[in-house]
């Protein structure tokens, strides 16, 4: 039987619904897609952010509570809309499968967040009750209250008394003024901060983990995630520990980073070392990029044991697609 652990993970950010192509909504968003990753684990988890009084808020809503998700902090908004996106693939020049999101939260509940947000009662017991308050870099790039929240959050910590997580996720439609310092400001104010190489090249100008570690000196952990390569955590000593990648029949890649984050606080709420939640983090990813929704369920408690047991040259040879995990037999 799987694990379970008693320490909560407080998510703070924009719930929104992802319509497919086809036209149906599934619930979505970076942290609600932490906050289902962490469930998922054994891992209790609480939502905080807004929804409209709309059937996407009462969609996201019966999903974090059939998730065994608190969503006693997600006000809402009798007036503003809940956000929501759309994805578009394609192929790039290299034949590279591409996705591109369409979003459409201009104005939405979520948007209306402010500093006074975090004194909300239910707010405030929620971030008290958690051993990890994660958030990211979106939520800043909502509003101008959004961003004063977050300052907030990351500088005063009202009421936190655990750590706070914080994921770069920079992304440029959401920043007009394609100004990263500011979210570079936040993500120097956590404890711990998770990035993908490529976005880190973007917003930092490098994605190699011990110069990125002196641009974001303060962090007690800064973990780069390089892609279908590795993941690197660097310590404020400058210890370096690095796990490569599971090898992925990828069918849609939105949604791997927040599951990557998932697994690693899991890992890190039950006390794993760093390269133990590395392998956590991957293998979250891994079964996320076999699906073309933003979140999956983790594989079998047994295989995941067996994954976070085996040696690295079983790891390396492990391959991940739509069936499932495949660990080599007879090694």
């Known amino acids: 039987m799987q694990q379970t652990v008693r320490a909560r993970v407080a998510c703070l950010g924009e719930p929104l619904v992802l319509v497919s192509e086809a036209g149906d909504p599934h619930p979505a968003g970076a942290e609600l897609n932490v906050a289902v990753g962490l469930a998922g684990l054994g891992v209790p988890a609480s939502l905080l952010g807004r929804l409209g009084a709309d059937e996407y808020g009462v969609l996201i809503r019966a999903a974090l509570q059939q998730r065994g998700i608190d969503d006693s902090a997600v006000e809402t908004d009798p007036a503003r809309p809940t956000g929501s996106y759309s994805k578009v693939t394609g192929t790039d020049a290299a034949g590279e499968r591409t996705t591109t999101s369409r979003y459409a939260r201009a104005g939405s509940a979520a948007s209306a967040m402010g500093p006074d947000f975090l004194d909300r009662d239910e707010v405030s017991a929620a971030l008290g009750a958690a051993a990890i308050v994660h958030c990211s870099g979106i939520t800043a790039a909502l509003s101008d209250t959004c961003r004063a ?38 993500a120097d104010r956590a404890d711990l901060v998770l990035v993908g190489a490529d976005e880190a090249a973007r917003v930092a100008g490098t994605g190699d983990p011990v110069a990125l570690r002196r641009v974001l000196p303060s962090p007690a952990t800064l973990v780069v995630k390089d892609g279908a390569r590795r993941a690197v955590a660097v310590d404020r000593d400058g210890v370096t520990t690095e796990v490569p990648a599971l090898r992925v029949d990828v069918v849609e890649p939105v949604g791997a980073g927040d599951a990557f984050a998932a697994g690693y606080l899991s890992g890190l709420v039950r006390g794993d070392d760093t390269a133990t939640c590395l392998r956590r983090g991957h293998i979250g990813a891994a079964a996320t990029l076999t699906v073309a929704t933003d979140w999956a369920p983790p594989p079998p408690a047994g295989t995941l044991q067996r994954l976070l047991a085996c040696s690295p040259p079983e790891w390396a040879a492990t391959t991940v697609t739509t069936a499932g995990f495949a660990l080599p037999e007879g090694m």
């Open 149 to 186: 929240l977050m300052c907030r959050l990351l500088t005063d910590r009202p009421g936190i008394p655990g750590l706070v997580s914080f994921d770069v996720n920079w992304r440029e439609q959401l920043w007009p003024d394609a100004d990263p310092a500011v979210v570079l400001d936040l």
